[in-house]
């Protein structure tokens, strides 16, 4: 009985029904049904205390640095250092676009907050100068899912805080996937670029001068992400300590350095982030309810069984799940996935032999992506509002994107040297 | 009609509470015949903190679920007499004292059901990880003063910073995951744990490299059940449950034994310092962790009552081992 | 149908007025967040002296900001939902769709707002943080409204931080009536004549 939890979750999902009372609604109804009324109270009580965690207050944190940054004209500047050093390549303002991701992305936890910075920036001024909205849109949606893969990352925060592994080993395993997502699409572009003719010619290149104004204009938005992670590496804070350094020196930055922020904005700055990290809180508190439910069921067990009754090579496995977790992130968000899943198939891996760091990476870049594929698929949600353009659209011109995105989820699958190089060398994981 | 029991334990299938529910469930599912069937769960499937769990243990949603005495203290808080340090000498004593029948045990049985208006029964006390021991990345800790202005990592509770303090440490609360990145980047310099913990964590790696085998605490787990779901069984079956926690109790017991030989063993061959400190050295960290006592009696609700319960049973149970002696050493 | 608009108008009135509150308290919640951490980074770093309570202090707070924010993204349309089923079906059909959807969010949180009740006055709500004081305690258990309060100085009961969730269901059931009622109106054909809710831009989780 309690196992249709998850296709009755997927109905409500389909007809609209809002994730979080979506993920109440259906193992509820079930408990109901099967006279389990009195557990009930343990949906409810989970709840509030997957919330209640220390480790999760980074998520508001963060949210909060990125909105600050925002207000404070740091994203700006940022764009302004992509375009003096990729502006004038082929398809110069989309690749400064990704660009800007990978730089945003050292900034902000969040693909959602990527799309809307920069794409309500970069979009109209792609438009501008001759782009298609459609194309515009689909190359933000797609470099925004580098925001939670080159740290700080919220999906990485989640994934250690259910998975218990070091946020710093994952935030430091980020970032080499993060910088290979961000050259796979500046590839794609230029190949795009050039088999196309109907593109908008080449800008001219920004003179040294040009250059060393826009890198100085730059440069202490983008101290921000050497500020986290040396001070996590030097054991001045830890990571969720770090999260609220963030947001005091991005308010230092924008009030006193760049004055580009005034003390009256702080209250709306604090308001849009305390919205959006309230969302996000009530969706991880409802998932971890949920998955109480799939314990119950006994779910758990009887899917780790089928998984290693399919093969018992990892690498045959690691590609039935890619395919299992794209399938899961077309429908579900990153964050929801994460905890439902996370503690299901990490385990079968770890045994397996697969390093439980490497694991949290593919799985987190793979979900993420998912932010970027039809038809639940958030970043397209929000590239389509920013820009105006049908979310069916940018989905189709998001394809070449996506495949690009595809294809390094296996580079990271196959060569475990990307994720655990890094974390590796500042001595996170024992080689 | 079969009982389903479920029980939880909030750590890993690697850890002691699980090698004793293992004993439990098949103990009772044999011995009654299969009347009781016991459903495991384990890890934070079905809740994640002591508050949480045990609110769960009052209504029923979870019928057995295991605390350590950080984790019931916030309701019933003269558990923590299990951590007040240098009170049981060895597991011998340790075990002594926390039969089901000692003055210590029968006190909090009654002071437990009480204070949940009836709700929950504290089943039994075993053992999870062994001892509580001094662990640092910097120096070997022989005696008091070598714990001077250490950044030594406690969970969020009164009683174990207390004793840092004491002893002229600097307590410093940090969320266990975070604990493994604290002390490779120096956030934190120490801890308080069992050798399977810092195994299991492999916080060597990380450089905790000198432990000092102070025993400061014995790490007693307090099982606990729903009241109302025992009280619907016949006698018979209450007996069989009750002899299963006895069974269970055993297991822990003998578990961390067993366990802690191969910890031991990885943690010297990684290079770790393993120091047993002296009887006059032991003696000096029990005279600088006075003043825990003192704020134990003032502080904590019942607490000169636990605690005089447990100085009687830690002097039978001496006693007694005082009249063991004298048969079989002659 | 006049009735109605005005208990439409009335309803959100008094919606709007208790979010608006709600927001500001929970600017306050987010603020005191990064205070509570910066002052444990000095006290710990610098001083060398870390304090007990920043951890749970911070996260009361945090869950206070939770609960008391959610309501308003609920009624600005910030929850994730999928909507092209919304969008594909006619209107007529859509609308009773939306006002479905709508009921069954409402159960959930019926059956939540008892629930949260029931945890704040129970056994869980009792137990005491471990490192928070305050000068008064709401005594819940002789029900409101006889809410007892008691002045002085004593470590924190559970419920009231988990007084915060109840408290954010209490009020998302109270958005959800609202917005079930401006469904029913826009149903029967009036949907012009309500005052719009302010619209959020897009609440993004990741
Ligand atoms: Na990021
Ligand atoms: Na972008």
Known sequence: MLIWFLPLFLVFLMIGLPVFFGLLAAPGLLLWLNGQERDIALLYRNVYNGMDSFPLMAIPFFMLAGEMMNRGGITMRLVEFSQACVGHFRAGLAQVNILSSMLFAGLSGSAVADTSALGSMLIPAMKKEGYTVKFAAAVTAASSVIGPIIPPSGIMIIYAYVM????????????????????????????????????????RRATWPEKGQASLKAFFPLLTPVIILGGILGGVFTPTEASAVAVAYALFVSLFLLRSMGLRDVPDVLMKAAITSAVVLLLVGAAMAFKTVVSLSHAPETLAAFILSLSDNPLVLLLLINLLLFIVGMFLDAGPAIIILGPILGPIFVDLGVDPVHFAIIMSVNLT??????????????????????????????????????????????????????????????? | QTITLRATANSNENDEDYDGLVVFKNYVEAASNGAIEVELFIGTQLCGNGAECLAGVADGTIDIYISTSGGASGIFPYVQVLDLPYLMADDRVAEAVLDNDSALVNWMQDRVLEDSQGSIRLMTIGNTGGWRNFANTQRRVAEPADMDGLKIRTVVADLPQELVRALGASPTPIPWPELFTSFQTGVVEGSKNGITDIMGMKFPDAGLQYVTLDGHAYMGALWFMNNQRFAEMDMGLRRVVVDGFYALQQATFASPKRKSIAAYQEFVAGGGDLYVPTPDQKAAFAGAA????????????????????????????????????????? | MPALLQAARLWGAANAGLLWAGRWLAVGCLGLMVVIILVQVVARYVLNNALPWPDEAARFFMLWMTGLMAPTALRRGGFVAIDMLVLMLPRVVASVLMLGLLAVSGMVLVVAAQLGWAEVTGFGGSFKTASLMTFFTIDFADGVPFVRVDWGWQPMPRSHMMASLMVGVWLMLTVTGELMLRQIITMMGHGDALTDIPENATVGAE
């Open chain 1, 164 to 203: 218990g592994e070091s946020v710093a080993a994952l935030f430091l395993a980020g970032i080499v996937p993060g910088v290979l997502v961000g050259i796979g699409l500046m590839t794609v572009t230029n190949i795009i670029a050039r088999r196309l003719d109907d593109f908008p010619a080449l800008r």
């Open chain 2, 290 to 330: 006075g003043p825990v006592f003192e704020w134990f009696e003032k502080n904590v609700d019942g607490g000169s009552e636990v605690l005089a319960a447990m100085r009687e049973a830690v002097a039978t149970a001496e006693a007694d081992i005082a009249r063991a002696y004298e048969d079989d050493l002659n």
């Open chain 1, 369 to 431: 992506v998912g932010l970027a594929t039809p038809p639940m698929g958030l970043v397209l949600f929000v590239a389509s509002s920013v820009s105006g353009e049908r979310v069916e659209t940018i989905a189709r011109a998001i394809l070449p994107f996506l495949a690009v995105e595809i294809f390094v989820i296996g580079l990271i699958t196959y060569i475990p040297a990307i994720s655990l190089f890094v974390p590796t060398y500042f001595g996170f994981i024992m080689p």
